[in-house]
């Protein structure tokens, strides 16, 4: 599971390059499905960031990824 959200995040890290942010995986429980990222660079002060990872990055990891559960924003 974990190469499968490694490339999974190299699929959507553009999208947020091209806004001055970025996504680090920190973790991947393939027990519970939960993905741990941390949003940085423009992203960490981005009022939209809880939507980018709900309904952006959340969605496509659950989408392509069967076990993926939940993606959760750690610092």
Do not use: H, Y
């Not at 973790?27 to 981005?46: F, K, M, N, Y």
């Not at 959340?58 to 993926?68: L, N, Q, S, T």
């Amino acid at each position: 599971m974990r190469t499968q959200v490694e490339e999974t995040i190299e699929v959507i890290r553009p999208a947020l390059q091209a806004d001055g942010g970025d996504i680090v995986l920190r973790d991947v429980d393939e027990s519970s499905g939960i993905v741990s990222v941390e949003l940085v660079g423009a992203c960490t002060t981005c009022p939209a960031s809880d939507q980018t990872m709900k309904a952006g990055i959340e969605r496509i990891m659950k989408d392509r990824i069967d076990g993926v559960t939940a993606v959760v924003q750690v610092s």
